[in-house]
């Protein structure tokens, strides 16, 4: 029988969270049923509309779902922390908003104050413009973009702390599926990207939270 | 035996072009030996200097070779034509400058103004910036890029007129062989934007060209 | 909040214009509701059956649908311009009508007189011998073409003015997905073509407005 | 240790043949050894030139050598057969020439008739157009062609016998390797083209063999 | 508006045929119409069953369909010719079966005498041993194998004739879509194999009819 | 001509570095001459010995080149900074060394305090084991990785602060070039591990800055 | 007509499997049918829900289906053998159960004792601590993991007898299909690792089974 | 600095082994005189000629070289075990000598007893049959093949015992590099085979020691 990982959080900081996108209902719902047993907040990810609504009702009403970003939670969020400290989440356009989400929903679950900033593609550099005083002033910065994944080279030349990409699968012809977004931000002309899987919000949040957690309270 | 063409320039306009870097070196002497007997000016391209230093002597003496571009002319240039129209060819990087050359070559052969303007890149977008007046100029821009060829997207998001992406092979890893800055170029987000083939400088002089015969001179 | 980019149009002459594919239902009833707001023609591209019968009946009543090109527009389209100019989107087979009617659709929209011409591949290179006087008479021509994409070299062959070929995704085993048509295009032995995303007829399109809206109206 | 196969052409008709380019020098001399001892005429194919300038003086002797199709020969070739009968080998461009020549190459070795017309490309059709004649009186093509390849299509609409491809690694970017001219090929769009690996005109020629040796001289 | 082909069969001698999986249903109704006006008979190829039954009733009812196979007939099939001549269909395991229906429906289609063999993959060479008199017999065999396609190699070095290789998209893992078996038979060990697209039962099939039609018929 | 980017370090904190694989040689003796006359210090990267020992003996005595990380620097280093701050380089098998060098010499020459730990890869766990310590008190882990990169994964599982992996391009078969690496650390089952390209020690240093520059120092 | 291997078990000690999964509903229920009349035990594999559920009830009265591991058997298992001997079939994640249950059934069903040990991947390294006597107590262990796979080089680190991979399909992004996991698997640093193909858990089944009957029982 | 693992073989049975071609010759030179300061014998591996002459005189020295499997022993080779068990080597062509000798050289080394076939490719299938009973009498059989691997399917449906493939990047075109073999392997349609990485004949002795270990000796 499979142990969930309920003293992860204390171990290294991480938030707990349980991936549905790759699991059976049945699983599914045999997992939820064994972390209703605890008090410690869950995230769960990847639950896409299609997959809760097969979930039985009791164990929809477990979860706080948030469809926008295929997320849920169980037994609320984590108490805030790194006070002073903020991410900027980036997106390129509308379509990439599912993914900042997953990454936004991701830090504030983990108590971290997060803003959102979307459809800031660099074919209107003008709204990117206007956008980077906010962008500056938080201390890192995810850049959700699909397809040729310029914002990131852009954003890479104009800020000087923390990067993190987040190729998304958006987009059609060699843009689909996203390895057109990923193999442009791990080759970005900017120094000192660096990049997470395609589509993966909740990684960029969590290497966040991995930096929140070290240098704002000191070694392990 | 193969037949050189001749009478190509009268019929659809194109610069007459021999490609170098598949051919052996008897084979290119040989076509060196026939386009010496006829007056028409002649475009080699991807000669680079190892062909180049295999080749005879006597074929190296015909030959008006230019190493940055690896390209060569025979019996001068084309007379310039377009008046008072010119292209800009914008490359990102210094490593970029060799096929950007060459595009810059395969137009001034072609008797077309070109403006060339190197290390562009958007890692460094005020660079970008203070180019950009005599980029928003040029009647058409060549837009040279490898890795994650940012530069097109921005390019495309600037300028109104016809922008022709040129993807590089430069780079390592997921950038080596320039599939990513090809990739990345057609997922562009910019409305609009054509693409030639890696490294392919001389094709899309060629586009140029195509376009300046349609538009300045009327119909075939 | 995104933006909608109204000024766009003003600005650098392209179509404004909606991705639909890529975003949910709920995110284009927002946009098209915004987008009643204001007076300027809009296009919508890759609006696809599917997806409009999901819209509520409000928002597929605001919009001028049209299944086969899987476009849509609002308020109309943009004034006749580039008088005395005409492009020919050439399609080699019955299946590539799709996105030829795509790339059709969004130069009407943009004012620009087109004609279409529907398979003539070169398999059967009679058929495109009676279609050439009519594609040799237009301004600027885009192929359309799938599987081995081999209209575009002959068309290439054959025409002087600017070609733009449109791979697509048509065909099964190696040619499924429209990477074999992509890379035949940009891999064409005539000179001087170019290629645009899989697929993407508004793209090619938007291309040729780039020509015309340069060429017959001189500087930005 | 290995044995020749020195009853393969009684047995399947089939050339007997040694492909050189993936054995060592060592290995290759030990082989010409041992069919020296042997009166039956054998080939060897991809004996570029490199390989063969490493082979001992008295191996060397042994071989008679043709550097463009990288073939070598041992006791003569076959008797003349398949009266009547002819083989046209179409090669697209100059580059394509060693191929092109491993496929007359293996036929002429092999007692099969056989022309070669090279340089007939479909970016200049009426090349092509010229040689037709002689292409369509012979009884099986052999269509030789990188980067687009587009000439196998259009030879495929035209002639009604066997047709067979050969891909080559001809080309640059999306072309270099050859992948692309196979894809096209496979993906043509006129029916019953049947293709070989990418280089192999030693193949092609042998496929042409099986059918010449079949259909003239009934069953195994 | 597009042109059917009804004077392809005697010029080039291959069978008529509409590919329809690429097709939209309204499209595919129009073709059958304009179809069913003339008199000649003509092959429906890539017809899967959902598609068949999204045709409208009188549609349905003018096509013989055969739902193995994927195929349809209108107006019967081509008279029986090439007496004598005889082709083996020879399909690795019941996952093949569809594929190799498709080659022995068109072959029978063109009026050639076909006969097939399903299940003798080499993982039981034992099955294929036994199969092997009547494959020896036929005057061309046309091996239908997915996943490693060893099929292919095996029957390449027992027969002397013109075999030709149709890769299936059978299979999962690395077989998924058939590019394994594709690559295994353009590798093929056996020489003179040719190979045509992944899952082109219908394409092996022509090229049989190029055979026959040349070589029991005379040039052009 | 191209500018380099002096006013770079004070602007974004990056460190001042040339990527010399993809320029010619040409090229870098140009630049390097630009570098000698300005007093910042400057990190050259990826100058291989071939490449070095094609540079002129001025150049040459220019540099303090650095052969195992193919690095090399003019003007000296930047003073030590972000005090207490240490970053471990950790390589899972001595194939890895010049990477991890690459990593480590960029960190120094940045001012940052760095260890390095060569061959612990996970097939022998107990090396591992053993370094463990060490690794947990960095404030940052760079993990070099070429084939499986596993050590990535477990190293994951281990710590809470910023791990930052570089797949090499070490190895051969599937794990030629590295994308195997690159992958694998993409896929990571560990949470919040951020990647670079394939042997880009210098990213993954440069992201480290990133960090230490924002977070020891405050905001821009 | 396709004949069923009802003496392969006797000839080589393989189970006798039909895999369903590329099979068509009418091709399955005549195979059952087939099967139900002779006694001996019979795999089906790849038999998902879906397709079971398509069976007819007849079909499906037939066999004792297994929804997780999708598979079914008829006429029940194979007698206990190998007495003394375990495999241990051990899975990185919940997600892997079902290949990981596949390769269980496979072992069960041929008569060999199987402990399944699952949620042991290695980015939470104490789980697999804790399973480790369990697993280094087994003859043969069978590693089924996807995404990165690391779970394979750990495990080969530390056990001296046969360790086979089974990648699995499971993940998003650049794990999507598997193939990261599978060249991770055979680039694994742990020396005599053997693969299967993704998803095979049979496969790694019948290894295991080739190696018990061989060293068991002796010579064929 | 790195330790190298002399207590390896103790601990779980691998013969220890020195990967050689990813290292540098400086690499390579320390780690031969920190092994000649032990006196366990150790195995080189993948030291190709070019690098071995690159090893200073003294380096060589030490060195038992064996260029046709590119291996080189220190200290003699282990005592012979596992009596009366023995390995089988089976190569499909000549080209495959070097990756088979790797894993004969490798076994015999481990002291077991191995025979090794060459040339016994299924495209000659008599000469595999000819070879059949001594490969029948092996304990385990390994298959080395390049190109399209089909001998791996056909041992895989004669023998009963375990079955290791190694494909081998021999070959050219779609066989370039090895992935065809290998991916044909993995796909194979006998049951049970297992697969290594490409060209590792080293990993397939490894393989079977592990079997012989565990087997003939019982639990770690």
Not at 107 to 123: M, N, P
Not at 130 to 136: G, K, T, Y
Request: glycine residues 10%.
């Amino acid at each position: 029988m499979h142990i969930h990982d309920h003293d992860r959080l204390d171990r290294i900081g991480m938030p707990e969270a349980v991936l549905c996108s790759e699991k059976t209902t049945a699983q599914l719902e045999r997992i939820i049923d064994d972390l209703a047993a605890t008090p410690s907040p869950v995230l769960l990810t990847r639950l896409f509309e299609p997959k809760f609504a097969e979930l039985s009702p009791s164990a929809q009403a477990r979860l706080d779902h948030h469809p926008t970003s295929a997320t849920a939670t169980m037994h609320g969020t984590l108490a805030p922390r790194h006070d002073g400290r903020r991410v900027a989440v980036v997106a390129a356009g509308t379509s990439d908003q599912g993914v900042a989400s997953e990454a936004t929903r991701t830090l504030r679950f983990s108590g971290v104050e997060t803003s959102e900033i979307v459809d800031v593609g660099v074919a209107g550099i003008w709204r990117l413009e206007r956008a980077l005083p906010e962008v500056l002033a938080a201390d890192i910065v995810i850049a959700v973009a699909g397809m040729d994944a310029a914002l990131v080279s852009v954003l890479g030349g104009l800020i000087a702390g923390p990067l993190i990409a987040v190729p998304t699968s958006v987009g059609y012809g060699v843009a689909e599926g996203g390895s057109t977004a990923l193999h442009s931000a791990l080759a970005s002309c900017a120094q000192g990207v660096t990049v997470v899987n395609i589509d993966n919000g909740f990684g960029a949040a969590c290497a966040a939270v991995r930096m929140l957690t070290r240098f704002d309270t000191g070694p392990d």
